[in-house]
């Protein structure tokens, strides 16, 4: 049986993304993107499965820095999970006597209109996860509520004070499947990579961009993060369509790479999308 490690307690979107991904895993919760990626790099689970971007938020940064910094796993899946986010409270709680809200920040951000349209009086205070969010709403007495899905709301025997509170009503995370390996090419891929210059100068990030654009190869998402080394350095990252085994797509990393000072390749794996 797999062991799917992912971001717990159960109840959390992390774990519906893993359920997603294999029904019969054994799923394992650990708290951080950070201890998910340690268990599957110390075989303590086969597979890992992290949040890395949200329709309304953007990108996850502490799993892009993780795949940057701090591990050499490789993508072996991508999948969309549909997000629904619910006000859950202890039972019996009345939405008027709320005054502090738990969620994890990315669900918080995901529901700030509701939040300032309904409860524009309540404190927001960060959890760990959306289920532990749940957890801190029902030790208290009757004036927290929680932003958490459904089912914790069911493992926790919470109420559901309002339903769909989420600012987008498409609002969907893409979550990326760690492992070891490489998974071989189907013909509907993705690759994602990661690189820095040997010097700040114009038309550097140009030049990489045009190889693409040349070899007809569609990028679809480019972005940047700080080195973490030197201030004003940064990490650039691009998804694009293809993988790393094409002959279109080998010809391109091999005329970028020389162009770079560091460069990484985090995987080629099927698109969800």
Known sequence: MTRIAYLGPPGTFGELAAMQYDPTAELMPFPSHAAVAAAVESGMADLGVVAIENLINGSVQETLDILIHETDLQIQAELVVPVRHYLVAKPGTRPADVRVIYSHPQALGQCRRFLERCFPRAQAEAA??????????????????????????????????????????????????????????????????????????????????????????????????????????????????????????????????????????????????
């Open 128 to 273: 760990l996860s959306t289920t532990e969010a749940v957890e801190l709403a029902l030790r208290r007495d009757g004036d927290a509520a929680a932003i958490a899905t459904e089912r914790a709301a069911q493992l926790f025997s919470a109420e559901v004070l309002a339903r769909d509170i989420q600012d987008s009503e498409n609002n969907v995370t893409r979550f990326l499947v760690l492992g070891r390996g490489l998974p071989p090419p189907t013909g509907r891929d993705r690759t994602s990579i990661a690189f820095t210059f040997p010097e700040d100068r114009p038309g550097a990030l140009a030049s990489v961009l045009n190889a693409f654009a040349a070899a007809n190869i569609n990028c679809t998402k480019i972005e940047s993060r700080p080195t973490k080394a030197t201030f004003g350095e940064y990490v650039f990252l691009i998804d694009f369509e293809g993988h790393q085994k094409d002959p279109a797509v080998r010809e391109v990393l091999d005329r970028i790479r020389p162009l770079c000072a560091e460069f990484k390749v985090f995987g080629s794996y099927p698109r969800a999308l």
